[in-house]
């Protein structure tokens, strides 16, 4: 089974940007649409961005403008570019490789956008 491994979160001021990186432990990009979610405390997932193995992209309407997904497949890498943060973009973001009903998740990075 693919495993997938987030990193690039941290603490950023509102106004400021952050990348995340989504490495894949094997090449899925053919067959897997890839996912950013991101989660707050007490709540469900909420997807962010998709790109399907076409490239087509969709996002959520709170992040459309500001945020953007991309995948390298030379590197297995999906990332999400995140520009203009607000603080309420503060959460753990997950990334997932979707193939048809299921989905793999990564261990989550939590993104911090302070005031």
């Known amino acids: 089974q693919v495993q997938l491994a987030e990193s690039g979160g941290g603490s950023v001021q509102a106004g400021g940007s952050l990348r995340l990186s989504c490495v894949a432990s094997?090449?899925?990009?053919?067959?897997?649409?890839m996912d950013w979610y991101r989660q707050l405390p007490g709540k469900q997932r909420e997807m962010v961005a998709t790109?399907?193995?076409?490239?087509?992209?969709n996002y959520a309407d709170s992040v459309k403008g500001r945020f953007t997904i991309s995948k390298d497949s030379a590197k297995n890498t999906v990332y999400l570019q995140m520009n203009s943060l607000k603080p309420e973009d503060t959460a753990v973001y997950y990334c997932?490789?979707?193939?048809?009903?299921?989905?793999?998740w990564g261990q989550g990075t939590q993104v911090t956008v302070t005031s």
């Open positions: 997932a490789a979707r193939h048809l009903l299921t989905s793999t």
């Open positions: 094997r090449n899925i990009f053919k067959l897997n649409d």
């Open positions: 790109i399907a193995p076409g490239g087509a992209t």
